[in-house]
């Protein structure tokens, strides 16, 4: 009886650690881009189109990041280390 409560234990902690490392994990996209070397990767010239749009935002006088998956008008977002 009490090591299948120590194990039910175990189990639901299990659970809830997968549960906040998967929030964890779906937050960050990967797709941010902070330096104009990362805009590169984005679809576009420098004088049109998203890698514009980027090359625009990160070279602001203070610190910006851009999101190409945002909606227009939320893309470019101070940078505060978070994504």
């Known amino acids: 009886m009490q090591i299948r409560t120590i194990l039910l234990s175990l189990a639901l902690a299990l659970v809830i650690f997968a549960g906040f490392a998967g929030l964890a994990l779906a937050h960050s996209n990967g797709h941010e881009s902070r330096t104009a070397a990362q805009c590169e990767r984005l679809p576009g010239t420098a004088t049109e189109g998203e890698r514009a749009q980027c090359l625009k935002c990160v070279s ?24």
């Open 60 to 83: 602001r006088p203070k610190p910006h990041h851009y999101h190409p998956d945002m909606p227009n008008g939320e893309r470019c977002r101070p940078d505060n280390g978070k994504p």
